[in-house]
T-cell receptor
Framework: AQTVTQSQPEMSVQEAETVTLSCTYD???????LFWYKQPPSRQMILVIR??????QNATENRFSVNFQKAAKSFSLKISDSQLGDAAMYFC??????????FGAGTRLTVKP | KAGVTQTPRYLIKTRGQQVTLSCSPI?????VSWYQQTPGQGLQFLFE???????NKGNFPGRFSGRQFSNSRSEMNVSTLELGDSALYLC?????????????FGPGTRLTVT
């Protein structure tokens, strides 16, 4: 069974600095997709970034980038130039072509002014 | 384009009752997934519907059921409510089922069982 592990329940970063959130997953499949979702205190989840496993190049979306290590089954999220609006719960998620989305337990990110 | 809407937003029920939650996906989206979110268990997948057919089902008892209508709107039903069913129920829609398609989440329905 596919599992997603986020080992950091809470993280803190100073405004304008960089923070990395960790995620590892377990799967025997070769074709899958990885996602980072953000859930601000208002509770509506939004997609931050996604990565197709077949792509070697790490995905980037503005200040957000990932470090995808397929062999190590690691998918970390780097947030550069952190802003107060980045404060939220961040969920790492895994999905294969035919299966449901599996989420990690989440990391609560606090941004200090 | 309007986002995913869920009704009602808040609900209080008594043990033993049943409840129906509704989800209207983004126009054009044919896949709807349901999740249960609790502080203890996190986000857990309930089921996914695509074109009125259940594609996947999570590890939940048969008290949890769902359906999807021809306009892609979806409902989930929980019968014989238990205290442990208190949770935030999230609905997410996407264009297709599975794969890299982004899921767009609704604001959720907060269910409290007393």
């Amino acid at each position: 069974a596919q599992t997603v592990t986020q080992s950091q329940p809470e993280m803190s970063v100073q405004e304008a600095e960089t923070v990395t959130l960790s995620c590892t997953y377990d799967t025997s499949e070769s074709d899958y997709y990885l996602f980072w979702y953000k859930q601000p205190p208002s509770r509506q989840m939004i997609l931050v970034i996604r990565q197709e496993a077949y792509k070697q190049q790490n995905a980037t979306e503005n200040r957000f980038s990932v470090n995808f290590q397929k062999a190590a089954k690691s998918f970390s999220l780097k947030i550069s130039d952190s802003q107060l609006g980045d404060a939220a719960m961040y969920f790492c998620a895994y999905r294969s072509a035919s299966n449901d989305m599996r989420f990690g337990a989440g990391t609560r990110l606090t941004v200090k002014p | 384009k309007a986002g995913v809407t869920q009704t009602p937003r808040y609900l209080i029920k008594t043990r033993g009752q049943q409840v129906t939650l509704s989800c209207s996906p983004i126009s054009g989206h044919r896949s709807v997934s349901w999740y249960q979110q609790t502080p203890g268990q996190g986000l857990q997948f309930l089921f996914e519907y695509f074109s009125e057919t259940q594609r996947n089902k999570g590890n939940f008892p048969g008290r949890f059921s769902g359906r999807q209508f021809s306009n892609s709107r979806s409902e989930m039903n929980v019968s014989t409510l238990e205290l442990g069913d208190s949770a935030l129920y999230l609905c997410a829609s996407s264009l297709a089922s599975g794969g890299a398609d982004e899921q767009y989440f609704g604001p959720g329905t907060r269910l409290t069982v007393t």
